[in-house]
């Protein structure tokens, strides 16, 4: 009885790791497959209302890039009509012959990764997207509208993300014409993207064109680029 009882509780301990690691084995890292695009500042390009000092509407702080903008703030740039936007806009220069002069991509598969976090009253702001298409002026728009995710203004990706960070994965396959969405590792969308481009990634907050709150604020960390080999 003893015996049987503690062969009993050894199965169960068995089992319990082979079911962790059934478990583990279905979570697929999104970024197997690509080798890291090494970035510093020098690929970042920042984007703010024109009018108004960097440091006002962005900090960089123990590894998190903060970025906030207010609704009736003015756009990057004089004479544009786009929402208003603290931004980086992704440079992807590298000391590896194989990007050399090759600012943006327009071929391949690429991907953003980055750890995000949206406070509560944040809405009606697009908080990364892919630049660039053969229709439109982007690929990709992911947008925060009352704690979901958003593909541009409707299609939900994901729910619940207020205050607290959550990873975002997002690949662009543009020879295959896909975009895909992780959060969390978790494959949550995926969608034919609007042609190839003269593409590049962006971070930060952007106002949608409606039902957009006053403060509009983004913290992210861990942002990096990969390439499929
Ligand atoms: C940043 O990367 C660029 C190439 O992309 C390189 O020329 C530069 O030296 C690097 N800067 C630092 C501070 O590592
Ligand atoms: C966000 O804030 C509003 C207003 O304070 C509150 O009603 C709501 O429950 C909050 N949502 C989350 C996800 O915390
Ligand atoms: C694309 O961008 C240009 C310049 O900002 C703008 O005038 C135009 O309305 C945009 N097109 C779309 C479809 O958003
Ligand atoms: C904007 O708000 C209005 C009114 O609540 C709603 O009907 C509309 O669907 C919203 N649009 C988006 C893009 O969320």
Redesign the pocket.
Known sequence: MQASYRHMLLFLVALIFFLNDAHMASVVDPIYGFVEVMLNESNFEYQKPYDTPLFQRYIYQNGIHRFWVYADDKPFRLGSNTQPRTEIRILVISTTPLFLDSPDYTSGVWQFEGVAFIP??TSGATIVQIHGAAHGNTTSLLRIYN?EMRYYSTQVIDT?L??RWFKVNLIHDVDGGKVTVFVDNKKKFKIHDQGPGLLYFKFGVYGAPKNISYYMESRWKDVKIYKKC
């Open positions: 509560n009253g704690g619940n207020y205050d």
